[in-house]
């Protein structure tokens, strides 16, 4: 057999990505974590994600993370902001490399093409951010009528929701 050579232009190896994933997921831990015992939920989270990323560890990833944050309490403005940042950057980075193992390449191309949707769903999560932060415990509006169980509610719906999504997007055996 002949080998076969590909030309892919600029690229960057994938274990700077799975590196990138382990350093934002770690800045999550950090900023939502609160204590030893949300450092540990969001750790298992984050392990989950490296080890499985195309998964229902995403939804885990995000479910103690959320939990985590019901533990602590309400994060600062800018420490809301990093940790939205980096959860973001953790599942972008988890989903280019998926497929690839460390030594695989990914086209600079590729990742120039998704950087304008990294910064829409960047501007709607931050203004999400400052949305909780406003109606949250720490914002000018804390106080404001706003029940607690709020939060619980929301996590539990976001769970459900995730598990649901579990069961109807899962992959379907091919019937030939």
Do not use: Y
């Not at 080998?3 to 831990?29: R, S």
């Amino acid at each position: 057999m002949t080998p076969v050579e590909i030309e892919v232009g600029k690229a960057v190896p994938a274990w700077i990505l799975w590196t990138a994933t382990l350093f934002t997921g770690l800045g999550a831990v950090a900023l939502g974590g609160g204590d030893v015992a949300g450092w540990i939920l969001i750790s298992v989270g984050l392990l989950a994600l490296l080890m499985a990323p195309r998964s229902i560890s995403v939804a885990v990833f995000l479910g103690v993370l959320a939990l985590a944050l019901l533990r602590h309490g309400a994060l600062n403005p800018l420490a809301l902001a990093a940790l939205l940042i980096c959860v973001h950057l953790a599942l972008t980075c988890s989903a280019f490399v998926q497929d690839l193992p460390a030594h695989g390449l990914i086209q600079v191309e590729v990742l120039k093409r998704a950087l304008p949707r990294f910064l829409r769903v960047q501007v709607v999560a931050q203004s999400l951010g400052i949305l909780v932060w406003l109606l949250g415990a720490a914002g000018p509006i804390a106080g404001s009528g706003w029940p607690a169980w709020l939060a619980w509610v929301s996590v539990a719906a976001l769970l459900g929701v995730g598990g649901l999504g579990l069961l109807l997007l899962r992959e379907l055996p091919v019937e030939d």
